[in-house]
């Protein structure tokens, strides 16, 4: 998870047609961690002989206790051979998206009428696989739909 994000200028990373306060706003949800509202887990993780269990921090790590990334999983050098998940999600829960101290402290970054109208979707993860190469990674899960 990029924690740093890029500082965006004048003309840099704006959709066509689409206002500046856009990219404003979204650099702004992610340096005052608004995403967490709708993405409670952890990117990924290995894959194998102790799944999750086999994840981990690397010796001499210790747990980030920012809200960004309380919920990571795996904090290892990755090794050829090694198969990780990666599990993108967006989630609507209303215990989170309910709570006035978020909505306050949030209010200029969350579009919450649009948040609103979307508790009965739940939520969703699209997970693939990966499997790691001495060149790029290769995709698993490739060849199944992410799509219904």
């Not at 960004?68 to 998940?85: E, H, I, N, Q």
């Not at 919450?112 to 499997?131: F, T």
Request: hydrophobic fraction near 35%; proline fraction near 11%.
């Amino acid at each position: 998870m990029e924690t740093n994000p890029p500082r965006v200028g004048r003309g840099h990373g704006r959709r066509p047609g689409g206002p500046g306060r856009d990219v404003r706003c979204a650099r702004i949800a992610v340096e005052q961690e608004a995403h967490t509202l709708f993405f409670p887990h952890g990117l990924g993780h290995r894959v194998g002989l102790g799944g999750c269990a086999g994840s981990g921090l690397a010796p001499g790590r210790t747990k980030d206790p920012r809200p960004c990334l309380r919920t990571l999983r795996m904090d290892l050098p990755l090794a050829v051979g090694y198969v990780v998940t990666i599990e993108p999600g967006l989630h609507f829960i209303p215990a989170s998206l309910n709570d006035p101290a978020r909505r306050e402290r949030f209010h200029d970054c969350v579009n919450w009428p649009l948040a609103e109208q979307h508790p009965h979707l739940g939520g969703v993860r699209i997970e693939d696989n990966l499997l790691v190469n001495p060149g790029a990674p290769e995709d698993l899960t490739a060849s199944i739909p992410k799509s219904w």
